[in-house]
């Protein structure tokens, strides 16, 4: 029996794909999820408590304004590839406004949702755990063991 990823892909019938043939907001589409759920597992790893309490130390992470923050403390670590993947999911023409942050920062967000999409398809799991590491430290949200 295959472990890992591999299983996962063989178990839904997954086909390889290029994260270059996708659209940026297809991209931060992915990203959003995959962002949301290291976010969610390093929540739900603090500790068991109150659901409502995990949703909202989440929702304040993985909000328009701090994911723009996060972009922001990591912009100098990132490679031409990887800004170029954020800057495409930065221009891209969305059609929806946001509720509740500057269309500035869901822009930024949408780049930095397509570079999590962006890693998550060409399989770099370990420079997203390393850029996300580094982001969440520099935000005060990781705590030593």
Avoid: C, W
């Amino acid at each position: 029996m295959e472990t890992g990823l591999n299983a996962f892909k063989e178990a839904l019938h997954l086909k390889h794909v290029e994260a270059g043939e996708y659209s940026p907001l297809a991209l931060a589409y992915i990203g959003d999820a995959v962002y949301e759920l290291a976010i969610r597992t390093l929540v739900m790893n603090r500790g068991n408590m109150q659901v409502n309490k995990m949703h909202k130390k989440t929702a304040n992470l993985v909000k328009a304004d701090a994911q723009a923050h996060f972009y922001l403390l990591l912009e100098e670590e990132l490679t031409d590839a990887e800004k170029a993947a954020y800057r495409r999911g930065r221009n891209a023409k969305s059609f929806t406004m946001p509720k509740h942050a500057t269309m500035k920062d869901y822009r930024m967000a949408t780049g930095f949702e397509a570079l999590m999409g962006y890693l998550y398809l060409t399989e770099q799991f370990d420079r997203m755990a390393e850029l996300l590491g580094k982001g969440l430290e520099q935000m005060g949200e990781l705590i030593s063991l």
